[in-house]
């Protein structure tokens, strides 16, 4: 069984900071692709960072420079550091992993997804 579990999503007021993590758990051979999306109300699920196994890194035009993705392998683990949030940066986060499994199953995962509210 695989559990894949976001964290760190909260209330913050707009131009502040927030630190998501995600960690992928349980019969896990090895962690290709992670990413962060988000769905904000009313809205379609979008991209919003993604990471390749080799640390090749790809932002949506409205995080660039403003967000940044990294993983940690070593703890199954991928963060999305987000500064000078905005607004219309709200919406819930979800966690995307592509996972090898120790039975070679090879699967896209998703978390539950976290809340990030970005109002004064």
């Known amino acids: 069984q695989v559990h894949v579990v976001e964290s760190g999503g909260g209330l913050v007021q707009p131009g502040g900071s927030l630190r998501l993590s995600c960690a992928a758990s349980?019969?896990?051979?090895?962690?290709?692709?992670m990413a962060w999306y988000r769905q904000a109300p009313g809205k379609e699920r979008e991209l919003v960072a993604r990471i390749t196994s080799g640390f090749v890194t790809h932002y949506a035009d409205s995080v660039k420079g403003r967000f940044t993705i990294s993983r940690d392998d070593a703890k199954n683990t991928v963060h999305l550091q987000m500064n000078s949030l905005k607004p219309e940066d709200t919406a819930v986060y979800y966690c995307?992993?592509?996972?090898?499994?120790?039975?070679?199953?090879?699967?896209?995962?998703w978390g539950k997804g976290t809340l990030v509210d970005v109002s004064a």
């Open positions: 349980g019969s896990i051979l090895s962690i290709n692709d």
């Open positions: 995307n992993a592509e996972l090898r499994l120790i039975n070679m199953y090879r699967g896209t995962y």
